[in-house]
Nanobody, 121 residues
């Protein structure tokens, strides 16, 4: 089995910064995409940012220029540096990873438990 453990959420004032981190552990053969989704109250889960195992990144238009994603392929970790935070960024942030756990099966989608980010004065 695989576990994704997140850290780094919290309360921050508008314009502030937070850094989210996520570590994958368990029976991991390889990891393709890693990234972050978020879900605000009464809204659906939306993609924030993805990074593949080659380092190519993708950002939602709403966070481009403010957030930066990075990963460590040796430690199986992914981080999200969030700058210039806005109240609209308030949501539960979920770590995501596409992980191959067997040589004989394709990769599956794995999720963290979520970490709350609140941007408020």
């Amino acid at each position: 089995q695989v576990q994704l453990v997140e850290s780094g959420g919290g309360l921050v004032q508008p314009g502030g910064s937070l850094r989210l981190s996520c570590a994958a552990s368990g029976s991991i053969v390889s990891i393709n995409d890693m990234g972050w989704y978020r879900q605000a109250p009464e809204k659906g889960r939306e993609l924030v940012s993805l990074i593949n195992n080659g380092g190519s990144t993708h950002y939602a238009a709403s966070v481009k220029g403010r957030f930066a994603i990075s990963r460590d392929n040796v430690k199986n970790t992914v981080s999200l540096q969030m700058n210039s935070l806005k109240p609209d960024d308030t949501a539960v942030y979920y770590c995501y990873a596409q992980i191959k756990t067997s040589l004989w099966r394709g990769a599956g989608d794995w999720w963290g438990q979520g970490t709350q980010v609140t941007v408020s004065s």
